[in-house]
């Protein structure tokens, strides 16, 4: 693509007198690096399906934008996250780039929602009422001049105003009130235009599964491609596809998006065609059709979850004559909005986006969606797993079946359809010849791909796994903790906070636990403060919740002796190097939670051909998200640690080997005093003193010794 002359052999670039070794200092040659570029450089020339799991340090980074790079004219590079598409685009291109003296042209696109509108943003300076603080005052004064002066308008670049911050909405557009090129003013100077533009015209784009999800949404719906066409995708943190294009593929509707359209109408209408219609009126009639619903809705705050299936929803009358209503309020303003289109840009988005809401809350009351009932999980089966069960998926059964549900949030409620399975869905968006590359540290359940390609629709890739560079029986010990109880006992959470007590101490903190609900982080929180102040410790207990995930991380990283607590969003993305992160604890296997609609429907789909989908579809997904968790602690080579998995299934159930043989190659123990005296062997003598772990018993369990 970029050209590179006479260098292009991959072993001249990354081998022991390669470019890289020779131009950039520090640069270890990685055996397992240049296999993973020259398979990659493969798929590329031949327009196939690579599905790859390399194992933290391999440097899978620069073994996939290299070959990219190299054989590729046209590439899409596609992220988990908005945070590595900065680093991709704003560190590793420009680095590998100047290694390699290559030319081209690369950019970064990213969704709608990051680019500051011209438009909005003169609406909310022209109407203050639409701000609800003093501090929204203040950024949106921020927001304006970063406008002013910003190159591309990525509010990732202004610092001063938090990404997830309620005035961005204000200022940014979605696909619904977006004017559209002939009707925008601002158009010339669209932030959003411009990065397509940049896109369409780039040898090498960067950007997110999220995007590339919704890219395929849109041209389902007969809307123009937002993507350039490429003849290579990468995926990397692969192992976040399916569940974002699940998100994508499925719909939804809230009545806290329905208010806010309706307030918004009202500003519009009183603004610009304030004698012809009574706005205040239906506007307040459609707002009060929406409390009334969540109000009846109540009952479903007794179910777990807090939702309901489309088929007992629509049984209660009471639910459905509200909501009923709420669409008939919704069609109360469809014709006022379409008499008065004319008038001004904002009621035609307005009424487009009334048209929207409409169709799809009139899909949903109507049962139109094939609806999957639901039975119930046998999560304690202990029969193996076998490989023609394990290939069997609903994945790859070819319904096109969709699950209906209802739930609530603290003041609204949400109606949603999503598909049973995205395997079809997603294997059609790729191109013919086109090649893709699925890349992550954890694709596999334990060296078997089958969940993942099967639950793409990926059957006939090649996988390839490559195994970490990392010596993790000598960096890293796992502790599966004798004696506690159960993990449904009501004292479990007590009891392992107490447990792991010892371990933080000579750790000196340096300890992320990951919890599977967020009752638990407060129940491990507060057993913990309550163990530190009887300890004379004054040590920060951070907890998920409390304060944004960017922050925590921010603190963890400055505070000594803190232990950070968090659910499953902190199984990715913390990268904590050296004695910053010496102990990391999981209280529960990872298991998804067993009210999910989505997660019950495909269940009872597995359950019909005679399938076990405990093992078929729990065990594989918890397995995955186990390893993730467990990726935390050994980051580079000079890290070391303890990983604590409090879940004694592990070792007592059948099931519990698949897992555990799926983690890296850790030591392993039962004993708190082995994992106590790892850790100290690994500090600095004398530091901590008087520490006498509790007796834990000497019988050891086969399946985790400490050996290797």
Wanted: net charge negative.
């Amino acid at each position: 693509m970029m050209g590179l002359g006479s260098s292009g052999d991959l072993e001249q670039i990354f081998g022991e007198q390669g470019i890289l070794h020779t131009s950039l200092p520090g640069y270890r040659v990685r055996q397992a690096q240049i296999d993973l570029a020259q398979q990659i450089a493969q798929t590329v020339l031949t327009g196939e399906i690579l599905v790859a799991e390399a194992g933290t340090g391999t440097g899978k980074t620069w073994a996939y934008l290299v070959p990219a790079m190299i054989h590729a004219d046209k590439v899409l590079v596609s992220t988990g996250t908005r945070t590595l598409q900065d680093q991709l685009y704003l560190k590793d291109l420009p680095q590998i780039r100047k290694a390699l003296g290559l030319g081209g042209v690369t950019a970064i696109l990213k969704g709608r929602a990051n680019y500051v509108c011209h438009y909005h943003l003169k609406r909310a300076n022209e109407e203050p009422g639409a701000l609800t603080s003093r501090q929204q005052v203040v950024w949106l004064r921020q927001i304006t001049q970063f406008a002013a002066t910003s190159a591309n308008g990525d509010k990732s670049e202004l610092q001063t105003v938090p990404e997830d911050a309620d005035i961005w909405r204000l200022v940014t557009s979605t696909r619904e009130n977006c004017l559209g090129q002939q009707e925008c003013p601002f158009i010339s100077d669209c932030f959003l235009y411009k990065a397509r533009r940049a896109a369409q015209q780039a040898d090498l784009v960067v950007i997110n599964h999220a995007l590339f999800m919704a890219d395929a949404a849109l041209r389902d719906e007969g809307v123009s491609e937002l993507l350039p066409q490429s003849d290579l995708v990468v995926f990397d943190e692969a192992h976040q596809l399916p569940d974002v294009a699940t998100r994508f593929l499925a719909q939804t509707v809230s009545t806290a998006q329905i208010q806010d359209l309706a307030r918004q109408i009202q500003i519009t209408g009183l603004a610009h065609a304030r004698e012809a219609v009574k706005w205040e009126a239906l506007c307040s009639g459609l707002i009060q059709s929406c409390k009334e619903l969540r109000l009846v809705s109540e009952w479903m705050a007794e179910n777990s979850g807090m939702r309901a299936m489309q088929h007992q929803f629509l049984a209660d009358n009471d639910c459905f004559d509200a909501a009923q209503e709420v669409v008939s309020s919704l069609k109360g303003l469809y014709k006022p909005l379409e008499t008065q289109e004319q008038r001004h840009p904002d009621i035609a988005v307005h009424l487009r986006t009334t048209s929207a809401y409409l169709d799809l809350l009139d899909s949903w009351l109507s049962g139109k969606q094939p609806v999957a009932a639901v039975a119930p999980s046998n999560q304690e089966s202990e029969a193996p797993v076998s490989a023609t069960q394990a290939e069997a998926t609903v994945a790859e059964s070819g319904r096109t079946e969709m699950v209906s549900w209802v739930e609530l949030t603290p003041a609204h409620v949400r109606f949603s359809s999503a598909p049973l399975s995205i395997a079809k869905a997603f294997s059609r968006e790729r191109k013919a010849h086109q090649a893709w590359v699925f890349l992550s540290a954890t694709l596999s359940v334990k060296g078997d791909f089958r969940h993942f390609v099967g639950r793409l629709g990926l059957q006939g890739a090649e996988t390839l796994r490559l195994a970490s560079p990392f010596n993790y029986p000598e960096q890293a010990l796992l502790c599966v903790p004798r004696g506690l109880p159960a993990v449904d006992h009501p004292e479990f959470h007590v009891e392992f906070a107490r447990y792991l007590l010892p371990l933080i101490q000579i750790s000196e903190g340096a300890c992320l636990i990951l919890c599977t609900t967020l009752r638990a982080i407060d129940k491990i929180g507060d057993e913990l403060s309550r163990l530190f102040e009887a300890h004379g410790l004054d040590w920060p207990v951070l907890r998920q919740g409390h304060q944004p995930r960017s922050v925590l991380l921010e603190q963890f990283r400055a505070q000594s002796r803190s232990v950070l607590i968090g659910s499953a969003s902190f199984r990715e993305g913390v990268d904590l190097v050296g004695d910053q992160l010496t102990l990391v604890a999981i209280d529960k296997l990872p298991f998804a939670p067993p009210d999910d609609p989505v997660l019950q429907a495909r269940m009872r789909v597995c359950r019909e051909r005679k399938g076990n989908p405990f093992l078929e579809l729990q065990v594989p997904e918890a397995a995955i998200a186990l390893k993730q968790g467990a990726g935390r602690l050994i980051r580079s080579e000079r890290d070391w640690g303890v990983l604590v998995v409090g879940d004694r299934r592990l070792v007592d159930k059948p099931y519990g080997r698949q897992l555990w043989q799926g983690l890296p190659p850790f030591r392993r123990t039962q004993e708190q005093g082995e994992a106590v005296d790892f850790i100290r062997q690994r500090k600095a003598p004398g530091l901590i003193q008087g520490l006498e772990p509790e007796s834990t018993g000497t019988d050891e369990d086969p399946a985790v010794s400490s050996g290797t």
